[in-house]
Structures are given as structure tokens and as C-alpha cells.
């Protein structure tokens, strides 16, 4: 492989597995913020073991996703130093801000709230998962805006040798954006309601007891992924209005046009057999326990459909870096090597893989845990008799 495939080839591998933590986040927040909520209005254990438990799951994951955020945002600089000066004023501006609001606002109110037990009035506390789902939520669409941006560099012309900005509200608008981002938001939202329905079904098939707090967390998770996939299907399709002309259909793409559509086919198919089997059930799935080993195998499927989306939009853009402004080639930083590449495509992969594994390891123990232990309490609260459910 020659430098350019490769420097390709580390940013799709990073970008994928950074964006398992990411969907995941999205659709976990607005999840244990609603039942956060339930839980201060109706005061049952139930709701209240219901936040703790996949509040920590989604704590874990947030912690680890940051990490790996902090590792995509070095390619940039060691690999496509072409892109940062030709378009970096516009480029950089969403993702500055999505800095700001995830690094600042987003982890400040998520450490009050993983603090606040037992010391914040329960409207406040309350209060703060939900301004951490609107900020994760605000963090997402800076980051769809910069990546919308490329697909259609909008609100931008050309200065001598770079780009400048000079309608930020057709950059906020851009036709690739209005769509992608609910497409986005319903894809987590899939995933973080699949994590509960595999994670409950694993334990309603071991039979560990918490059947009342399993039954109702399947539930709530395959409603909430019924309306996931409701979102990501719809608003996927719609973004077929606002696709540039000649998208999957360059000379450099014509190759790959039928198996990107075999991608997206495929993802459908595989977001409506969950639907299918799910949604009919959805009173029976608890108390049939052949179902259960089945509802296990397909908590994978909104992570691999999210990533062959996530290909999908950005392979079938090439070779533009920037539409019809930057080739991928000129966004590369002049001067690398095949051997640069790769050693930094190893340790980027090798960073990042091994913190999916630790995520994968930590929240698969907190699932087999159970729930009468909660790790997100206050310091010296025992547990309520009334978490063993």
C-alpha cells in the first residue's frame, strides 16, 4: 500500500472504533436521564436502581470514549496538515467548539451528577443528566457540522491559498447536516437500547433473580429501539436529497458504488430483522427464555450498521477531502513515509483497540454484577434493601 491508502486506511480504522464509544454514549445519555427522571417523580426503587445501574455503564463508557477522542484528534496534525491550512479556519471552528462543550460543560455536569448523590436537591441532580444529554447531544452536531462541511463546504470561499468563513449560519445549515444529524441521533439511540435488551436478556437467562428489574429494562430498551430505528431508517434516506451530484459515481468511486449500496442495503436489513422479531414480542421476549441467547447475539448489530454508515458517507465522497475543493492527496501532510504511517497506524489501533477491549471487559462486569451493588452512590451510602428487587 502506497502512503495515501494508508494514511486512509488509519483514519477509517481510528474513526470506527472511536465512534463505537461515541454511539453508544449518544444513546445510553437521554436513556439513564428519562429514567432518572421516572425515578424523581414516582420515588420507586425500581427507578432508582434503574439510574444507578446503567448510569454506571454509561459513565464507563464516556470515560474510555474520551480517551479515544483525544487520539483522533493528533491525525490531524501529524497526517492532514494539508486539510488544517487549507480549510482549518472553517474546519476548526465546530470543532473547537465541540471541544468547549464536551471537554468544559459536558464533563463538568456529568461529574457534578456522578457526585451528587445524596447531596444535590433531586431537581438538580436531575438537572444535570439532562443538560449532560443536551451538551453530548450539541458536542454530535459540532461534529456533524465540521464533517458536513466536507461533504459540502458551504458558507466558505476561497482566499489565495485556504478557505474563510463567511456565512456561519450556511455552515450550521448545510443541506448534508439537517439530515445527518436526527440520522446520528437515531442511531445511538439504537444502540443504547440494544445494550440494554442484550445485557437484560443475558441476565434473565442466568436466571440471577432481578427478574422485575430486567423485564422492565428489555422493554424500555426495545421501545426505545423501535424508535431508533424508526429515526436512523427515515432521516438515512432523506439524506439522498441533499447528496452532491456524482456522489458514489466518481471515476475514482465507480468501483465501489454497488457495495457501498450493498451497505447501506444491508444495514436496513439488518436494523428491520430486529425490528420484526422484537417489536411483536415485546410482552413475551422476558418470559421466553429461548429468545434470550438471541437477543444477546444481536446487540451487536447497531455498532456494525453504524460503522458501514459511517464508511458509506465518508468512502463514497473520495477523492475529494473537500468537495470539488481538496483531493485527499493535497490534505496530506508532505513528506510522510509508508513506514511513518504504519507505525503510527499500529500504535493509534493498538491505543484504541485496547481501550475497546477495557470498555467491553469493565461493562461486561458491571452486567454480570447485576444491579443490587451500584457503584454511582454517595460516599458511605449503603445499599436500600430494596435495589435487590
Not at 23 to 36: D, E, K, R, S, Y
Not at 52 to 77: D, K, S
Request: proline share 5%; net charge positive; with cysteine.
Amino acid at each position: 500500500m502506497d502512503v495515501l491508502d494508508l494514511a486512509r486506511l488509519q483514519f477509517a480504522v481510528t474513526g470506527s472504533l472511536h465512534f463505537l464509544f461515541v454511539v453508544l454514549t449518544l444513546g445510553l445519555a437521554p436513556l439513564v436521564a428519562i429514567m432518572h427522571t421516572q425515578w424523581a417523580l414516582s420515588g420507586k426503587p425500581l427507578r432508582e436502581g434503574m439510574t444507578r445501574f446503567w448510569g454506571q455503564i454509561y459513565v464507563i463508557n464516556y470515560a474510555l470514549g474520551i480517551v479515544t477522542g483525544l487520539v483522533m484528534e493528533f491525525q490531524f496534525g501529524l497526517s492532514w496538515s494539508g486539510l488544517s491550512h487549507y480549510a482549518g479556519d472553517v474546519f476548526g471552528a465546530p470543532l473547537a467548539m465541540e471541544t468547549l462543550v464536551a471537554f468544559f460543560l459536558e464533563s463538568t455536569f456529568l461529574g457534578l451528577w456522578i457526585f451528587g448523590w445524596g447531596r444535590l436537591p433531586k431537581a438538580l441532580h436531575v438537572a444535570c443528566i439532562w443538560i449532560v444529554t443536551l451538551t453530548a447531544y450539541a458536542s454530535a452536531f459540532f461534529i456533524m457540522a465540521a464533517n458536513s462541511f466536507l461533504q459540502n463546504p458551504a458558507g466558505a470561499v476561497a482566499r489565495g491559498d485556504h478557505l474563510e468563513l463567511v456565512d456561519a449560519g450556511a455552515l450550521f445549515t448545510n443541506k448534508t447536516l439537517v439530515f445527518a444529524f436526527p440520522h446520528v441521533v437515531g442511531a445511538g439511540l439504537f444502540t443504547g437500547a440494544m445494550v440494554l435488551v442484550g445485557a437484560s436478556a443475558y441476565n434473565l437467562r442466568r436466571r440471577t433473580g432481578q427478574v422485575q428489574f430486567f423485564t422492565k429494562s428489555l422493554r424500555t430498551g426495545v421501545l426505545f429501539a423501535t424508535l431508533g430505528i424508526f429515526l436512523t431508517v427515515g432521516f438515512g434516506y432523506a439524506q439522498f436529497g441533499g447528496l452532491q451530484d456524482g456522489k458514489f459515481k466518481d471515476a475514482s468511486a465507480a468501483a465501489a458504488g454497488a457495495p457501498l449500496a450493498s451497505m447501506m442495503l444491508i444495514g436496513d436489513l439488518l436494523m428491520f430483522v430486529v425490528l420484526f422479531l422484537m417489536l411483536p414480542l415485546i410482552y413475551f421476549l422476558p418470559r421466553w427464555r429461548w429468545t434470550h441467547p438471541l437477543l444477546v447475539a444481536m446487540t451487536p448489530v447497531p455498532f456494525v450498521v453504524a460503522i458501514l454508515g459511517w464508511l458509506a458517507r465518508e468512502i463514497g465522497r473520495q477523492p475529494w477531502m473537500i468537495w470539488e475543493k481538496l483531493t485527499v492527496a493535497d490534505a496530506m501532510t508532505p513528506g510522510l513515509t509508508p513506514g511513518m504511517i504504519t507505525f503510527s497506524l499500529v500504535g493509534f489501533a493498538g491505543v484504541l483497540g485496547l481501550l475497546a477491549l477495557v470498555d467491553y471487559v469493565l461493562i461486561a462486569r458491571v452486567v454480570r454484577r447485576g444491579p443490587p451493588d451500584p457503584a454511582l452512590r454517595a460516599a458511605g451510602e449503603q445499599r436500600s434493601p430494596a435495589l435487590s428487587y
